[in-house]
């Protein structure tokens, strides 16, 4: 199993939520946070923004489907302007459901 | 070394917090974030006894608005669709993992759905910044 962190603009939230689940991946979590890239933030005119504010998407995902998610995150979040964000992808050894005790997603 | 993150409900985090000070994990963050699960989300059924199960009805007119019968009139499919949930978020290396996962998932259980996951990640390196040191010595 893979955790995706997907960090993307929030206007663009819904549209990768609601695409990732006409995919069949409902399961998602989300948080407000607030960051800067490669650029250290954004500078229009005399006004410099230090930091940005973004969502950031945690997901896991069986390993055969990562590549299916990869594409519709970066489908649905591009808009090809500076600061559409990133998605990292780090391993998972374990899940549990609390509810029954089960392992697996 | 392993990260351990839980998703779970906002009125058991205290709860759980003090059944793993019990076991030795003292080091917690939390996150309070939003999320849905494989129902995509909830209807408001619990709250609103009029609310129709069957998306198909949720955007009919009622004679009688009721708060979930307005909710469902916007584009989204389910009238609750961000439950508030906490991310608690930490490290553990003397500790076994199994441990850890059987409490939280006995303070957890209520038999609803919602009651959160929890994922096992391995971590490669630690640092703790005042001292400098590093791997599992970082954590204890």
Known sequence: MKLIRAIIRPEKEQDVVLALEGADFPSITKAHVFGRGKQKGLQ?????YDMLAKVLLFMVVEDSDLEKVMAVISD???????GDGKVFVSDVEEAYTVRTGETGL | MKEIMAIIR???????????????????TVHSVNGRGRQGGSIMENIDPEMPKDIEYVSKIYTSPTP???AGSSALTKPIFWMPKNLLDFVVSDVPVKKVVDTIMKVNSTGKHGDGKIFVLPIR??????TGETGEKAII
Do not use: W
């Open chain 2, 68 to 70: 979930s019968s307005m």
């Open chain 2, 125 to 130: 390196d630690a640092l703790r910044i005042r």
């Open chain 1, 44 to 48: 229009v005119g005399p006004v410099h």
């Open chain 1, 76 to 82: 649905s979040a591009k808009t090809g302007f500076i």
């Open chain 2, 10 to 28: 906002g009125q058991k985090v205290n709860e759980t917090l003090e059944a793993l000070y019990e076991i030795g994990v003292v080091s917690v």
